[in-house]
């Protein structure tokens, strides 16, 4: 990922999109660069239990300091008051954020703002933060399980540099996860779509299947 650029990682619930966010952010934080994650989503020692027993190795770093972990709790904090916080984490060094997830951002803030007024004020922080040179992650969920490839809310995709989806496919009896890249604004990309297995030994992806087709129709067929 670019410095100062957006990426949405999007998939549907439970697919692992926090997961994969989470190891950029403890890649990021492990190398000395100062990262923050935003939740909205799950409380903080929730989100540290969960990423212990996948061994993602954020919960030192956490201890440590390299990484700052925000628990938003709902319904407390205005949009400005948010990017208050955002703007106060970032001029105290932080160079990489992950907000967790934009649902949880337009649910829980309080206020009398519209969805479309606070997509416009979550616009405006992206904003800010690609000015000021920070790398952006934003977790976001799409409804469908299956089927037709909904890979980001329309809202926000145009804002995104990059984007990532994951979703949920049917293979030989067995619901599987696939991720694959679908936008990198600043150069190429591997076209390819590989399998993502999360467990308690961890993240592991696998090679491109290339020995299926109709991957994104979620029920795939084999190629004799």
């Not at 190795?57 to 208050?84: I, Y």
């Not at 933060?129 to 790398?135: A, D, E, P």
């Not at 600043?186 to 999360?198: A, G, V």
């Not at 020995?211 to 084999?222: A, C, F, N, Q, S």
């Given at each position: 990922?670019?410095?100062?650029?957006?990426t949405?990682?999007?998939?549907p619930?439970?697919?692992?999109k926090t997961?994969?966010?989470?190891?950029f952010?403890r890649s990021?934080?492990?190398?000395?660069?100062?990262s923050?994650?935003?939740?909205f989503?799950?409380?903080r020692?929730?989100y540290?239990?969960?990423?212990d027993?996948?061994?993602?190795?954020v919960g030192?770093l956490?201890?440590?300091?390299?990484?700052?972990?925000?628990?938003?709790?709902?319904?407390?904090?205005?949009?400005?008051?948010?990017?208050a916080?955002?703007?106060?984490?970032?001029e105290?060094?932080?160079?990489?954020?992950?907000?967790?997830?934009?649902?949880?951002y337009?649910?829980?803030?309080r206020?009398s703002?519209?969805?479309?007024e606070?997509?416009?004020?979550l616009h405006?922080?992206?904003r800010?933060?690609k000015?000021?040179g920070?790398?952006?992650?934003?977790i976001?969920?799409?409804?469908s399980?299956a089927?037709?490839l909904?890979?980001?809310?329309?809202?926000?995709s145009?804002?995104?540099?990059?984007?990532i989806?994951?979703?949920?496919?049917?293979?030989?009896?067995?619901?599987?996860?696939?991720?694959?890249?679908?936008?990198?604004?600043?150069?190429?990309f591997?076209?390819?779509?590989r399998?993502?297995?999360?467990?308690?030994?961890?993240v592991?992806?696998?090679?491109?299947l290339?020995?299926?087709r109709?991957?994104?129709?979620?029920?795939?067929?084999?190629?004799?």
């Amino acid at each position: 990922m670019e410095r100062g650029s957006v990426t949405v990682i999007s998939g549907p619930s439970g697919v692992g999109k926090t997961t994969l966010g989470s190891l950029f952010l403890r890649s990021s934080a492990a190398g000395g660069t100062p990262s923050a994650g935003f939740l909205f989503e799950e409380l903080r020692d929730d989100y540290l239990y969960r990423a212990d027993q996948l061994g993602l190795g954020v919960g030192q770093l956490h201890a440590d300091g390299p990484l700052r972990l925000f628990e938003v709790e709902s319904l407390t904090q205005s949009p400005d008051e948010f990017a208050a916080d955002v703007r106060e984490a970032v001029e105290g060094g932080v160079e990489v954020v992950m907000i967790d997830g934009i649902p949880g951002y337009r649910l829980g803030l309080r206020g009398s703002d519209t969805e479309q007024e606070l997509t416009r004020e979550l616009h405006a922080l992206c904003r800010y933060l690609k000015r000021m040179g920070v790398t952006t992650i934003l977790i976001d969920e799409v409804g469908s399980l299956a089927g037709s490839l909904d890979a980001t809310d329309e809202r926000v995709s145009y804002l995104a540099d990059n984007i990532i989806f994951l979703r949920y496919v049917e293979m030989d009896g067995e619901i599987r996860k696939v991720v694959g890249v679908l936008k990198k604004r600043f150069s190429d990309f591997e076209q390819s779509l590989r399998e993502l297995r999360i467990d308690t030994d961890g993240v592991t992806l696998g090679g491109a299947l290339t020995d299926r087709r109709g991957i994104l129709t979620g029920v795939p067929e084999r190629i004799e």
